[in-house]
Nanobody, 123 residues
Framework: QVQLVESGGGLVQAGGSLRLSCAASGRTFSSYAVGWFRQAPGNEREFVASINWNGGNTDYADSVKGRFTISRDNAKNTVYLQMNSLKPEDTAVYYC????????????????WGPGTQVTVSS
């Protein structure tokens, strides 16, 4: 069992930066892949980025490539999402998710979810 809690969201102007954190409980967290997803009002939850268990492999949605960076510190049971050059269209609730065996784009196939953190980018 893994419990996840996101933090670091807030209000930022376009062009600014935020760093989201996903803190996990559970001794085996280091064996899980972690993903970040986001959901804007009226939209489906969409994939943002993922990282494998040791940080050796990452994947990004085309819309955030070159602007967002996912990383993890297994000693701290934490995964980060550094978001730079933010745009108004990045406004959404951001969720982290964890899975032992899946690191893909479909939200329904991730096993554990945090409650989310709001990111608002003003123009």
């Amino acid at each position: 069992q893994v419990q996840l809690v996101e933090s670091g969201g807030g209000l930022v102007q376009a062009g600014g930066s935020l760093r989201l954190s996903c803190a996990a409980s559970g001794r085996t967290f280091s064996s899980y892949a972690v993903g970040w997803f986001r959901q804007a009002p009226g939209n489906e939850r969409e994939f943002v980025a993922s990282i494998n268990w040791n940080g050796g492999n990452t994947d990004y949605a085309d819309s955030v490539k070159g602007r967002f960076t996912i990383s993890r510190d297994n000693a701290k049971n934490t995964v980060y999402l550094q978001m730079n050059s933010l745009k108004p269209e990045d406004t959404a609730v951001y969720y982290c998710a964890a899975s032992r065996d899946y690191r893909g784009y479909s939200p329904s196939l991730w096993a554990y979810w945090g409650p989310g953190t709001q990111v608002t980018v003003s123009s």
